[in-house]
């Protein structure tokens, strides 16, 4: 069974910081494409930033790039979204998706959306 759990959100002050992990089990890792989305009320998902473990590519939405860090720890089935300088238009609710073979760029855009999906976690920035 494929799970993709994430974890670390919470209420952060504006100009903080929060990391999201993402655990992934019941797939090969190494082939797959994992990153973040973000849904705020109203919006559509969009995707944050994106890592393809199988040829090393990123993505990282236009709106983070620079405060946004994107990793992948393929010995603990883990990809991490460090978030420094946050900012009140960050609030949403942030999913973890993945899909193989895909590239990061694509799989950002929604071109190839994941074909998994995580629970979410919610993140708040707001004084």
């Known amino acids: 069974e494929v799970q993709l759990v994430e974890s670390g959100g919470g209420l952060v002050q504006p100009g903080g910081s929060l990391r999201l992990s993402c655990v992934a089990s019941g797939f090969t890792f190494d082939d797959y494409t994992i990153g973040w989305f973000r849904q705020a009320p109203g919006k559509e998902r969009e995707g944050v930033s994106i890592?393809?473990?199988?040829?090393?590519?990123?993505y990282y939405a236009d709106s983070v790039k620079g405060r946004f860090t994107i990793s992948s720890d393929v010995a603990k089935n883990t990809v991490y979204l460090q978030m420094n300088n946050l900012k009140p238009e960050d609030t949403a609710i942030y999913y973890c998706g993945a899909r193989s073979f895909t590239n990061a760029r694509a799989m950002g855009l929604m071109t190839w959306p994941p074909d998994y999906w995580g629970q979410g976690t919610q993140v708040t920035v707001s004084s």
């Open positions: 890592f393809g473990n199988s040829d090393y590519s990123t």
